[in-house]
């Protein structure tokens, strides 16, 4: 795929993106809407957008090329933003009973989130295997905020459901350019 610059505004519409800009060129939509009549409407794969050549009219989101079949199931919440829901399903209360809890997408099936140790709530998304990290979270007073992979402009600080989603959403990306 080719390098795309940033996305501010949305690719249907044209209105300004709520969330600022995302590298995620599939979630440069403003709406579900926009996504669905984008893609679904005008039969497009939501991988290398060629046309689809599906003859009715239930949702079909890929072409029929085996790389963009094996791509999207790999990484599905980076193809289909609007339709997978929260990422967090977990509630926070039973987040804290558990040292260590599972990725809700099967792209992060390998990849547990872990506890630090500390004084600090913090978290750290790793390999299983290797225990290699690829995200983590740290705790500020009573929020949270991304601190790997770095990201600019630097995350927010928010919520831990918030601040969770936002490092699944990172990992995914940063798992994809390997």
Excluded at 6 to 15: A, I, M, S
Excluded at 31 to 39: A, N, Q
Excluded at 140 to 159: D, M
């Amino acid at each position: 795929m080719k390098k795309r610059r940033p996305k501010h505004r949305c690719r249907k519409c044209n209105t300004t993106l709520k969330g600022g800009p995302t590298d995620n060129y599939n979630a440069a939509f403003c709406t579900k809407g926009c996504f669905e009549s984008y893609y679904h409407f005008n039969k497009r794969c939501v991988r290398c957008e060629r046309p689809t050549g599906r003859k009715t009219e239930r949702k079909q989101w890929l072409c029929e090329r085996r790389v963009c079949k094996i791509e999207f199931k790999k990484f599905p919440a980076y193809y289909l933003p609007f339709h997978l829901g929260s990422m967090m399903k977990v509630s926070e209360a039973s987040i804290v009973d558990r040292k260590t809890m599972k990725p809700d997408f099967n792209s992060l099936r390998m990849w547990t989130w872990v506890r630090c140790e500390g004084s600090d709530d913090d978290w750290d998304i790793i390999n299983q295997k290797s225990g290699n990290v690829i995200a983590s979270i740290r705790q500020e007073g009573n929020e949270y905020w991304v601190a790997k992979p770095k990201a600019i402009p630097i995350p927010p600080l928010e919520h831990f459901p918030a601040a969770k989603e936002r490092a699944q959403q990172y990992a995914l990306v940063a798992l994809r350019r390997q």
